[in-house]
């Protein structure tokens, strides 16, 4: 038993797609989240700014003195795991492993597509991985940099003209490269499930980059005897307006917030 909290950060509302499997799978563990929400998107930022941005997110969460560290947010994993790993001396889980092993599960005809922000997709960290797990299979990547600040602005619903053309344009060439499993490589991309399936066709498997993060964690915590007992919770945390991120992520938990979101200044971390 470990009563101790999960820590999970992302730039913004992605991460909230990690959570609520992990509030599905592990009802009984205490999360805590932090999104960046003043410095979102991270998808298009340097190496060398990212690390500084997780750096500053794992010291925040680890506050709290948590148990594991899910890094929720595709462009961190791809870009930083290796370094904020070794810098500290607790689990440390990205979503690029977990993703990329259950696509490979998935495929059928080792036909698959990558979607992702342009820092996961230029790091090639998915893509070296597909090659080291499914060494023939044909992978076929996309960055989509304006999938974050749609999200972010809560145009992800079905029938919102200005996501459904983004998205058609962005995923036209996967469409005709006959895959039939595509990974969600950025943890915001699964609030788009209906738009990204409306358009790939009900035959394409999605895999859910945050949801796949947060099984292994699941795994993890029960192979060493560490999940917690009695009532879960989750706090919210975000470092800008948090009456903006509560709407948007209680539409998508399909939850009120247990308790609302508060706003930090993560600079000082
Ligand atoms: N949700 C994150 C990811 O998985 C970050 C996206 C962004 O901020 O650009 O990549």
Redesign the pocket.
């Known amino acids: 038993m470990d009563q101790r909290p999960i820590g999970v950060f ?6 909230l797609t990690a959570v609520r499997q992990l509030r599905r799978l592990l009802p009984s563990e205490h999360i805590i989240y932090f999104g ?1 929400t003043a410095r ?6 340097s190496r060398e700014i990212l690390l500084k941005y997780a750096r500053q997110d794992v010291a925040f969460l680890r506050r709290f003195d948590p148990k594991a560290v899910v890094i ?7 870009n930083c795991l290796k370094e904020l790993q070794e810098e500290n001396a607790i689990p440390i889980v990205g ?1 690029v492993e977990p993703a990329v092993e259950q696509a490979v599960q998935a495929t059928k005809n080792g036909r698959v597509g990558l979607i ?2 342009r ?2 997709v230029s790091s090639g960290a998915y893509q070296r991985l597909f090659r080291r797990l499914a060494p023939g299979a044909e992978v076929f990547s996309r960055a989509c ?1 304006l999938f ?2 749609l999200v ?1 602005e809560g145009r992800f619903q079905p029938g919102d003209p200005v996501i459904e053309t983004v998205a058609r344009e962005y995923l036209q060439e996967l469409r005709e490269k006959e895959i039939d499993t595509l990974v969600l ?5 699964p609030l788009l499930t209906e738009v990204i399936s409306g358009i790939m066709g009900e035959k394409v498997t999605l895999v859910d ?2 949801g796949a993060a947060a099984r292994t964690v699941s795994r993890w915590l029960a192979e060493h005897g560490a999940l917690a007992s009695g009532g879960g919770g989750a706090a919210y945390y975000v470092s800008d307006r948090a009456a903006d991120f509560e709407r948007l992520a209680a539409i998508f938990l399909q939850e009120d917030l247990e308790h609302a979101a508060h706003q930090i200044e993560i600079e000082a971390d």
């Not at 979102?40 to 930022?45: D, I, K, L, T």
């Not at 929720?72 to 791809?78: D, E, Q, Y």
């Open positions: 992302d730039s913004g509302l992605g991460g960046d979102v998107p991270y998808g298009n930022r929720a947010c595709g462009t961190v994993s791809s979503v992702a922000t820092a996961s940099p974050v600040p972010e490589g950025c943890t915001h991309y980059a945050g």
